[in-house]
């Protein structure tokens, strides 16, 4: 298999990469965290210009007509920068609804808005009973006349303090964990029965809770079949937080083995020790892997089959989530501890791979998920 990119995938990693490399050192992400939204409103811009916002789109509706490789490059390098801005609810979770479920004249409407900046998406799913279970929906959606009305309360809605139109999860009929009866709705945020609590998040992005109370929404497919579509678009943006986590990952560890060469001790560098060099080349190890996994995770996401899909998911979740906590632990220790201190940027790595870890399922939950489910290949 070739992992090679292509003329047009290498261009775009290194425009993105020059960009972020200019104006977002971490200094400046200090800066834009501190703003009052919490992120910079100029790259969200400067993002729209270079066309990352239109990206997954097809060209008729107003996009580029990439595909989930070329988020995922794109994923790969907010990682390496711990980027603020809402491109992952908006590009991944938001645009994979419009993309799998809403109809083209809804499409032909929103892409435009997406691709130019002017319209921030968010996802509503997580409920407090629900734990990662996306079955588990209480948040309720009932017909009054021509209209869905949508009742219920979310949390931990990734940057839904400053989006403007916010897919909810919502049930339609059946019991709370029911597999069916579940429909997505996209509803305005500014409506007044919207009441939404905004706060930020352990790595400093942005999350809000969200109460509904009579809040119309637009259906996007069928109204009691949508848990398929949570799930495929789920498979997607845990292939995009694989990328991150690499990211992440690469960074931390350049980070960790420069420290090495230049931080003595008894008289020479610590990283002449033999045993912290062991470690060190663990640490590659472990990025390695999920270097590995994240590839796999693109094309577990694109398969046809939901059930291989939801173990593939599982399988890439499982193994990021151990390098993750891996690497994070031991650009810890190697740095002696300094790491953790809020002014030196390797814990803040750690910080955005935990946090990374918990969307949509620990690795403990995917491994329970995938053992249940058999193995990630099943016996014959």
Request: charged share 25%; net charge negative.
């Amino acid at each position: 298999m070739d992992f090679d990119l292509t003329e047009e995938q290498s261009l775009l990693v290194d425009s993105l990469r020059r960009l972020l490399t200019d104006r977002y050192s971490f200094e400046q992400r200090k800066a834009y965290m501190k703003s009052e939204r919490g992120w910079s409103e100029e790259m969200w811009q400067a993002y729209a210009e270079m066309g990352l916002l239109g990206l997954p789109f097809a060209e008729e509706e107003g996009g580029f007509g990439a595909g989930l490789t070329e988020v995922c490059l794109v994923a790969e390098q907010m990682g390496r920068h711990l980027t603020l801005e809402p491109w992952f609810p908006t590009m991944v979770l938001g645009a994979g609804f419009l993309r799998h479920a809403a109809p083209p004249e809804l499409r032909r409407e929103l892409v435009p808005q997406i691709a130019s900046g002017a319209l921030k998406l968010a996802f509503a799913q997580t409920e407090r009973q629900a734990r990662y279970d996306l079955h588990d929906v209480a948040t309720s959606a009932k017909r009054h006349g021509e209209e869905w009305v949508i009742n219920g309360r979310k949390g931990m809605v990734l940057h839904g303090d400053s989006a403007d139109r916010i897919v909810v999860s919502a049930r339609t009929a059946g019991a709370r964990r029911d597999r069916a009866g579940i429909g997505l709705f996209l509803v305005d945020a500014r409506h007044p029965g919207m009441t939404i609590r905004g706060f930020r998040t352990v790595d400093g992005g942005r999350a809000a809770e969200i109460e509904f109370d009579n809040v119309p929404g637009i259906p996007l497919g069928d109204p009691e079949g949508g848990l398929p579509i949570i799930e495929h678009v789920v498979a997607e943006a845990i292939a995009a937080l694989a990328f991150e986590a690499v990211g992440c990952m690469d960074v931390a560890h350049h980070m960790t083995v420069e420290y090495m060469k230049t931080r003595e001790q008894f008289g020479r560098p610590i990283g002449s020790f033999q045993a912290l060099q062991h470690r060190a080349a663990d640490m590659l190890i472990a990025l390695e892997q999920a270097r590995s996994m994240s590839y796999y995770a693109v094309q577990a996401a694109l398969e046809e089959d939901p059930e291989e899909r939801r173990r593939g998911a599982a399988a890439v979740k499982v193994q990021i989530g151990r390098s993750a906590r891996f690497v994070g632990q031991q650009s810890i220790q190697l740095h002696g501890g300094i790491a953790m201190t809020m002014e030196y940027a390797c814990g803040h790595y750690f910080k955005r791979l935990t946090m990374n870890d918990s969307i949509f399922g620990d690795a403990d939950h995917h491994l329970r998920a995938l053992a249940e489910e058999g193995g990630l290949v099943r016996a014959a």
